[in-house]
């Protein structure tokens, strides 16, 4: 059989995580029949190999970090171990989610025109190699040209990890050329080739971790975290409770929400998008940029 490129196995991946994750509990009697019937079996199989099915269980457990168990005292059924994808998986739930509409529309095609997407401007056809780099633990040689640049820049990147914020993907790396990792918008990648020469991830880093201050791609240790409190109209505070701006959203009281993080450019402007339904009460150099903000404003149509 020949060689499967690694868009295609990352595809396969998936849907079996999907499948078992979407189904609770399944049999492999089961799961084999949906992989009949499924528009990734490319081999035309009745059902997974036994190796290749225990490859791909093993593959899915050191690229998602998911582990898919066998329950044999129920009559051998899998499952997902549910804090896999729980407090700390919300990067895999978002994934989950993006594939399991996918494969319904390609499953049910008169369905289409009828789900309306978010569109990401670009970098998604250099998810597969990035994650293969990732895995691999090789460096990854980017052309990459910024909004502010008129020219390409070649940078060397030993990839961390990938985020997606706004409906953009970035790539947290450490590039020779500058002294501390940076995110790379992958809209703005022209290419990438996986070069021979590895690198190892620090042992200490944590991706979820690390950007657990943090609201956006403006990450550093040049921002500092602190406590952020606002108050808002109670149609408002509803939509706060049911998506939190960020992990350490919490209500001190009604319609009071307090914030642990860097304030930085990308968490104003998310609360400015909230308007007049939104006060800042605290820090107080916070709310006087928010007042100023507002002066500003009024001057705008004043003119």
Not at 291 to 296: N, S
């Amino acid at each position: 059989m020949p060689k499967q490129n690694s868009a295609t196995l990352l595809n396969k991946y998936i849907w079996l995580i999907d499948t078992i994750y979407s189904a609770g509990r399944i049999s492999r009697e089961e799961i084999d029949h949906r992989w009949a019937r499924s528009r990734y079996n490319d081999s035309h199989e009745n059902a997974i190999p036994e190796r290749t099915f225990h490859r791909y269980k093993d593959a899915i457990q050191e690229l998602f970090d998911i582990d898919i168990r066998c329950d044999k005292s129920a009559g051998a059924v899998y499952y997902i171990v549910s804090d896999e994808i729980g407090e700390r998986g919300s990067a895999k739930r978002w994934l989950l989610s993006q594939f399991a509409l996918n494969n319904a529309l390609h499953e049910s095609r008169e369905l289409k025109g009828r789900i309306v997407y978010e569109n990401i401007p670009g970098g998604i056809e250099f998810l597969s190699q990035i994650v293969e780099a990732m895995r691999d633990g090789k460096m990854l040689r980017m052309t990459h040209r910024s909004f502010s640049s008129t020219e390409n820049h070649v940078y060397d990147i030993a990839p961390y990890c990938l985020k997606v914020f706004k409906q953009r993907w970035y790539l947290f790396g450490k590039s020779p050329e500058h002294p501390a990792p940076r995110l790379y918008a992958l809209d703005r990648a022209i290419s990438f080739e996986t070069l021979e020469q590895s690198f190892s991830l620090p042992k200490d880093f944590d991706a979820e971790e690390y950007f657990r201050p943090y609201y956006g791609v403006f990450v550093g240790k040049q921002f500092k975290p602190e406590l952020i409190r606002i108050r808002v109209i109670p149609e408002a505070a509803a939509y706060l409770r049911s998506l939190p701006l960020h992990a350490s959203q919490e209500e001190d009281t009604p319609c009071e929400f307090s914030y642990y993080l860097a304030p930085t450019f990308d968490f104003i402007q998310e609360l400015h998008t909230h308007g007049s339904n939104l006060e800042v009460l605290s820090p107080a150099w916070l709310r006087e940029q928010f007042l100023q903000d507002a002066e500003k404003t009024v001057q705008l149509y004043k003119k």
